[in-house]
């Protein structure tokens, strides 16, 4: 099974951190995606990367930034975080290139991030 | 520009009833029409996925749903509920051509199962 794996479960930070919340995908998918999740909103997509070093912002992308050096690892960065950040965050991966296959996406379990 | 609209953002039925969950999706080419399940505290699963040819798709736990596209529905069905079928329940479109797995969710519909 393709397993995606989300380092942080529930994290607590201030008002003004610097916050990275780690992906790693062990399946060699190229494409991965950071969603967040809020209740009555759904996930919105704030980045996704098809290959190492691109990324292409989502529908929401305004205060966050993403990184990723390795094709198994997608880091999404808050540089400064705010209170309105404070959310679900998914992690998510599929098969390379177009079509059917790359639209089926496995996720991580969730980073719950609050901001206080 | 896609969208998705799930009627009901919470849903609620006896066991052994029907499971209705509707979805309505906009989308300017054809379509890739998925329906996610999240249980609580985890990630969200793949439940079942249109893609092409045969319209009624049958997913796990006993689900279906048929795309229809006159009236550009996925409605997700289950003829008996089940209580371990309570959970989070999200619909998501995609393009068929170039979106590289980027999915469009619904609201999200919560689906609870009374004894």
């Known amino acids: 099974d393709v397993k995606v794996t989300q380092s942080s479960r529930y994290l607590v930070k201030r008002t003004g951190e610097k916050v990275f919340l780690e992906c790693v995908q062990d399946m060699d998918h190229e494409n991965m995606f950071w969603y967040r999740q809020d209740p009555g909103l759904g996930l919105r997509l704030i980045y996704f990367?098809?290959?190492?070093?691109?990324?292409e912002k989502g529908d929401i992308p305004e205060g966050y930034s993403v990184s990723r050096e390795k094709k198994e690892r997608f880091s999404l960065i808050l540089e400064s975080a705010s209170t309105n950040q404070t959310s679900m965050y998914l992690c998510a991966s599929s098969l390379p290139g177009l079509g059917s296959g790359a639209n089926v996406l496995t996720f991580g379990a969730g980073s719950r991030l609050t901001v206080l | 520009a896609q969208s998705v609209t799930q009627l009901g953002s919470h849903v609620s039925v006896s066991e052994g009833a029907l499971v209705l969950l509707r979805c309505n999706y906009s989308s300017s080419v054809p379509p890739y029409l998925f329906w996610y399940v999240q249980y609580p505290n985890q990630g969200l699963q793949l439940l079942l996925k249109?893609?092409?040819?045969?319209?009624l798709v049958k997913g796990i736990n006993g689900f279906e749903a048929e795309f229809k596209k006159s009236e550009t529905s996925f409605h997700l069905t289950k003829p008996s509920a089940h209580m371990s079928d309570a959970a989070e329940y999200f619909c998501a479109v995609s393009d068929s051509g170039t979106s590289y797995g980027k999915l469009t969710f619904g609201q999200g519909t919560i689906l609870t199962v009374h004894p």
């Open positions: 990367s098809y290959d190492v070093k691109m990324k």
């Open positions: 249109y893609t092409t040819g045969a319209t």
